[in-house]
């Protein structure tokens, strides 16, 4: 129950990378707590929702954007972005092409939205399945600190889904630079 004296905070977060870097299964382990190897594309719009209590007086709750197939495109409506406060952007560290890809998403997110400050959304980047050992991408963390920093990141997480590893924290980085921003 939510007390008189609460503040409520209603954020829309979009997660977007390539297809098959986990957009869906981070989702799924964030709000559901469950993980499925099994590969299944992602049709039409699909929301979540995420309630977190963030302080004694603070409610925030997430509504998270996973992508509607549309990423096979690399790119996404004005529509999809819209309102969002916040993103994640995910690649896969088996596969070095998502990284690249990552500026990519980026630069689309940057084109198509704007906060009402004039300033572009907050977005922390997502090294996906690090449970597979293969992360040749990411093992030099300072390299990974300076790309956030050149291409606008606020943070970086190595992240996995299956094994819920740093999802949580991923997330609480996100959402503190967005109340910081208010
Ligand atoms: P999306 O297309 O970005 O939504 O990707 P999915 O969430 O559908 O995941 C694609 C495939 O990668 C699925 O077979 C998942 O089970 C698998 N996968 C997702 N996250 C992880 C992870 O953290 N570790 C491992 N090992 N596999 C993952
Ligand atoms: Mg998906």
Known sequence: MQKPSQKEHLYKLLVIGD??????????????????????????VDFALKVLNWDAETVVR????????????????????????????VFDVTRPATFEAVTKWKEDLDSKLILPNGKPVATVLLANKCDQG???????????DQFCK???????????????INIDEASRCLVKHIIASE
């Open 19 to 44: 297809l098959g870097v986990g957009k869906t299964s981070i989702i799924k382990r964030y709000v559901h707590q469950n993980f499925s190897p099994h590969y299944r594309a992602t049709i039409g």
């Open 134 to 144: 293969k992360d040749v991408l990411t093992n030099n963390g300072l390299k990974m």
């Open 62 to 89: 997430l509504q998270l954007w996973d992508i509607a197939g549309q990423e096979r495109f690399g790119n996404m409506t004005r529509v999809y972005y819209r309102e969002a406060m916040g993103a994640f952007i």
């Open 150 to 164: 050149e291409n606008g990141f606020v943070g970086w997480f190595e992240t996995s889904a299956k094994e819920n």
